[in-house]
């Protein structure tokens, strides 16, 4: 006789289940910081950003730099929750980073390589927090 299931049985050890969430929290830490200090460099006027007049997603760099600041508190906050294992802080820790890789897509021709690594830290997150599982 033999036991039917939907799929095939994975085991998590401990460890590495702890191991990805402290990734993704570390990841996601570091992700909004680097956007956070990307939307204060835009409000102080900084001359690091591009200008692309013929950009279909053009917003005024000012908003695109409080979106920026916005979002990178935002990910710090969530960053610290998953890293203490709130039960919220998954599923909120996958949608600030997909809104963070969102937001670098959209202000890629501003700062190309700023964003590129920014969407690069947050893809990790997004699959850290949705590949390690529950250990019961």
Known sequence: ???????????VKPGRAGGLRVFAAVMLVLAGLLDALRGIMGIAGDDVFLRTPEYAFRFDLTAWSWI????GVLAVLVGVA???SARWARVAGV???SFLVLAGFL?????PLWSLVVIALAGFVVW?????RRVR
């Open 1 to 11: 006789m033999t036991a039917t299931h939907d799929g095939p049985a994975y085991t």
């Open 82 to 84: 998953v890293l203490r």
């Open 95 to 97: 949608a600030v980073a």
């Open 128 to 132: 850290a927090l949705c590949v390690v």
């Open 107 to 111: 202000s890629l021709p501003y700062a």
């Open 68 to 71: 920026h600041l916005a979002l």
